[in-house]
């Protein structure tokens, strides 16, 4: 099984929908741009989101067993994908590649 880097990439913060319809929250994201985890045995990494990990795990999955080429040519690099997290307030960008 193949390890997979995922790199964040960029993060984007909605202020006008936070200030309408977010409660305060104390650390919402803590995803830092240019920060590098590893995925190992295509698990995942220790300190990495949980809620983007749901949305990334199969893709890790994938390229951690030798696939890739999603969606039909999709990545110019069949063998990573962009991915982003599923908040609607901060949505945060990840670029997933096999190692």
């Known amino acids: 099984m193949k390890?997979?880097?995922?790199?964040?990439m960029r993060r984007v913060e909605h202020h006008d929908l936070i200030e309408k319809y977010e409660?305060?929250?104390e650390h919402a994201c803590?995803?830092?741009i240019g920060k590098v985890y590893v995925s190992h045995d295509a698990q995942k990494p220790e300190g990495f989101c949980?809620?983007?990990?749901?949305c990334m795990e199969k893709f890790v999955k994938e390229l951690a067993n030798g696939g890739g080429n999603f969606f039909d040519g999709w990545m110019k690099?069949?063998?990573s994908a962009m991915v982003s997290?599923?908040?609607g307030?901060?949505?945060v960008?990840?670029?997933i590649e096999t190692i």
């Open 93 to 95: 960008s990840f670029l």
């Open 23 to 25: 409660n305060p929250i």
């Open 89 to 91: 307030f901060r949505p």
């Open 85 to 87: 997290c599923n908040d």
């Open 77 to 79: 690099d069949p063998y």
């Open 50 to 54: 949980n809620e983007a990990w749901t």
């Open 3 to 8: 390890d997979v880097k995922i790199t964040v």
């Open 30 to 32: 803590e995803m830092e």
